[in-house]
């Protein structure tokens, strides 16, 4: 099997991407699988990595946002009938657009915040306007739209003035923002990891909340999450809201959800279709605790990946393939 590693990511996040590749690369390494490390930071190189991509079997993605977190190389290498790791590209691109996502998801049945979009509003003047004619109060939660992680550029926000302040941050990232209503309470992540055909769902509560700066998160010096596997009514809806979310947007990838807990209520926030590869990130984590070495959630990742294109006819030898690698 011959896979190629493609690493792309915002620029605020690249590093972390360049980190992860090397780790992914080392795996497949010790899993006597050929492997190739390409960094597509533009178009332009992505046009250079399509002359050869037909040359390999599968596309493991490592993105920290850009084009291999909204769908775009997804959308590609389905063009080009070749199988890639984590969700599909339609997931990708919906689950990316932070005000869409939010929308279809309260068909669900389950507490979203209220959240609105604000396109172009760059004054100060103009997002006060918004405010009171939607009925607004705060505290509020501001973040980009489309750009950046779940993290990175999220302001909790109690005043104009705070807007005012960190107002050219967020749109250093992203000139489309949403406003959200901010919810009391704490941080849960849930982890949906596939074990060949088996969803398995682990949740972990945050030690520090996702509206806390994200310097001062990651910079803290303390685990950002604990496990928690506890047998409890929160733990449990949270469990079956996770599954009620993977069936209805057809999830074939691991991912984690982000929810947060106001006393009995739980509220669905959003959902990341790319995972942290550290040993300490979330999802490997919590894999961890279902006995899931870290080696064999690469493996995993690929198997998905052979997977989704099983039964189509572009692609002839994945059953030898996955039969050869695992």
Same mark, same amino acid.
């Given at each position: 099997?011959?896979?190629?590693?493609?690493?792309?990511?915002? $620029?605020?996040?690249?590093?972390?991407? =360049?980190?992860?590749? +090397?780790?992914?690369?080392?795996?497949?390494?010790?899993?006597?699988?050929?492997?190739?490390?390409?960094?597509?930071?533009?178009?332009?190189?992505?046009?250079?990595?399509?002359?050869?991509?037909?040359?390999?079997?599968?596309?493991?993605?490592?993105?920290?946002?850009?084009?291999?977190?909204?769908?775009?190389?997804? &959308?590609? *290498?389905?063009?080009?009938?070749? $199988?890639? @790791?984590? %969700?599909?590209?339609?997931?990708?691109?919906? %689950?990316?657009?932070?005000?869409?996502?939010?929308? *279809?998801?309260?068909? *669900? /049945?389950?507490?979203?915040?209220? @959240?609105? +979009?604000?396109?172009?509003?760059?004054?100060?003047?103009?997002?006060?306007?918004?405010? @009171?004619? /939607? !009925?607004?109060?705060? $505290?509020?939660?501001?973040? $980009?739209?489309?750009?950046?992680? &779940?993290?990175?550029?999220?302001?909790?926000?109690?005043?104009? !003035?705070? #807007?005012?302040? /960190?107002?050219?941050?967020?749109?250093?990232?992203?000139?489309?923002?949403?406003? !959200?209503?901010?919810?009391?309470?704490?941080?849960?992540?849930?982890?949906?990891?596939?074990?060949?055909?088996?969803? +398995?769902?682990?949740?972990?509560?945050?030690?520090?909340?996702?509206?806390?700066?994200?310097?001062?998160?990651? /910079?803290?010096?303390?685990?950002?999450? #604990?496990?928690?596997?506890? =047998?409890?009514?929160?733990?449990?809806?949270?469990?079956?809201?996770? =599954?009620?979310?993977?069936?209805?947007?057809?999830?074939?990838?691991?991912?984690?959800?982000?929810?947060?807990? %106001?006393?009995?209520?739980?509220?669905?926030?959003?959902?990341?279709?790319?995972?942290?590869?550290?040993?300490?990130?979330?999802?490997?984590?919590?894999? +961890?605790?279902?006995?899931?070495?870290? @080696?064999?959630?690469?493996?995993?990742?690929?198997?998905?990946?052979?997977?989704?294109?099983?039964?189509?006819?572009?692609?002839?030898?994945?059953?030898?393939?996955?039969?050869?690698?695992?």
């Amino acid at each position: 099997m011959r896979v190629l590693v493609t690493v792309s990511g915002l $620029p605020h996040e690249y590093n972390l991407a =360049q980190k992860a590749a +090397k780790i992914v690369s080392k795996e497949l390494e010790n899993l006597d699988i050929y492997n190739e490390v390409v960094e597509l930071k533009n178009i332009e190189k992505l046009n250079d990595v399509l002359k050869y991509i037909e040359g390999f079997d599968l596309v493991y993605i490592v993105s920290y946002g850009g084009i291999g977190e909204n769908g775009v190389l997804q &959308s590609i *290498l389905e063009s080009y009938h070749i $199988p890639y @790791t984590g %969700c599909s590209a339609t997931i990708s691109a919906v %689950c990316r657009d932070k005000y869409f996502f939010s929308k *279809l998801s309260k068909i *669900l /049945n389950i507490n979203t915040p209220k @959240t609105f +979009k604000v396109d172009g509003l760059i004054s100060i003047d103009s997002i006060e306007k918004f405010i @009171t004619s /939607n !009925q607004m109060r705060f $505290p509020l939660v501001m973040k $980009p739209r489309f750009l950046s992680g &779940s993290s990175h550029g999220v302001k909790k926000v109690n005043s104009l !003035q705070d #807007i005012q302040k /960190n107002l050219p941050d967020i749109l250093n990232i992203d000139t489309h923002l949403v406003i !959200q209503e901010y919810i009391e309470g704490n941080d849960y992540i849930v982890a949906a990891i596939f074990q060949g055909d088996e969803i +398995k769902v682990g949740v972990s509560k945050a030690r520090i909340n996702k509206d806390i700066d994200f310097e001062e998160r990651y /910079n803290s010096g303390e685990n950002m999450f #604990i496990v928690d596997d506890s =047998q409890n009514e929160i733990n449990s809806k949270l469990k079956k809201f996770t =599954q009620n979310i993977l069936d209805y947007y057809e999830i074939d990838g691991a991912c984690y959800l982000d929810f947060r807990v %106001c006393g009995e209520d739980v509220y669905f926030i959003e959902l990341g279709t790319m995972y942290g590869l550290s040993e300490n990130s979330v999802v490997p984590t919590l894999a +961890k605790s279902f006995g899931i070495s870290f @080696t064999d959630l690469i493996k995993n990742d690929i198997y998905r990946g052979l997977e989704r294109r099983k039964g189509s006819h572009e692609y002839k030898q994945e059953n030898v393939l996955y039969n050869n690698f695992w």
